[in-house]
């Protein structure tokens, strides 16, 4: 059992804390970003007002990595990946810190460079292996479904990678794109292409489909939403009983910067993989 599993270590913990790091130390883990995500979750099961994120429960000034604004602008400006940006900063290129680096570059109304697909590489040795021009590999990606598509299979291959058998239905009368099988048990899946905005991953929740009376989806409808952002090559697996009805999808990346935790979603705790 973990440090955030025992109710009696973090009532302790809790007690007469004056700040959240200093719960974390009492707990004997380290102040790190996860461990922060972790701590927000076992309070709210305990019901359990956190110490406020700074004075007046006004946001701390930021310190660490990220801190340097200039600097991430500077990077981001070079058209680097967030790969590339978390190598430069010295952070360890984790889920943890890209959602981190991503919340942290939309607050400022930056977006870093989508992971490259090898444009200058597979791109040019496609050309060069098949024989077809770069320009007509430049309309396939461009294609109005391509989006769709590529969310689709990267669901699909991060499912299969946690042991799900993947099945696509035939024909278009049915309002999910695959089913995800783990031994027996199976969820309607509709997928969704997210991206990110005001250090959040967010995602349509509506049909397309015009001709359908109701464009939300529904439980009868579908078991899970799976989000697929690019920006991030992330994958999310929210349970259509989350949604509460928004036609929007909001997976929020960083803490909100008033400290507020109701209503709010973190994309850390529907996070499923990268592809």
């Not at 099961?45 to 604004?69: E, F, I, M, Y």
Request: positive net charge; hydrophobic residues 40%.
């Amino acid at each position: 059992m973990g440090v955030f599993d025992s109710d009696a270590a973090l009532r302790e913990a809790f007690h007469g804390a004056k700040s959240r790091k200093q719960i974390l130390e009492r707990l004997g883990v380290t102040a790190a970003t996860s461990n922060y995500e972790r701590l927000s979750r076992a309070a709210e099961r305990l019901n359990v007002d956190l110490p406020p994120l700074g004075k007046h429960g006004k946001q701390r000034p930021p310190s660490g990595a990220l801190a340097d604004q200039a600097r991430l602008r500077e990077l981001v400006a070079r058209d680097l990946t967030l790969v590339e940006i978390l190598a430069a900063v010295g952070l360890a290129v984790t889920p943890a810190n890209r959602h981190r680096l991503a919340g942290k570059l939309a607050d400022m109304g930056l977006t870093a460079k989508p992971p490259a697909r090898g444009v200058h590489n597979s791109a040019g040795n496609l050309t060069r292996l098949t024989g077809i021009a770069l320009d007509r590999l430049t309309r396939a990606e461009k294609h109005t479904n391509a989006t769709g598509d590529m969310a689709e299979l990267a669901v699909a291959a991060c499912l299969r990678r946690l042991g799900a058998t993947v099945s696509f239905p035939f024909g278009y009368a049915c309002r999910y794109d695959l089913i995800a099988d783990f031994a027996g048990s199976l969820f309607r899946v509709q997928v969704k292409a997210g991206s990110v905005s005001r250090g959040c991953v967010t995602a349509n929740t509506k049909s397309s489909n015009t001709n359908r009376p109701s464009r939300r989806y529904e439980q009868c409808d579908v078991d899970v939403i799976a989000v697929y952002c690019p920006a991030l090559a992330s994958v999310y697996w929210v349970p259509v009983t989350d949604l509460g009805g928004a036609s929007i999808l909001y997976l929020r990346l960083d803490e909100a910067a008033n400290g507020q935790r109701a209503n709010i979603k973190s994309a850390f705790d529907y996070y499923i993989g990268q592809v």
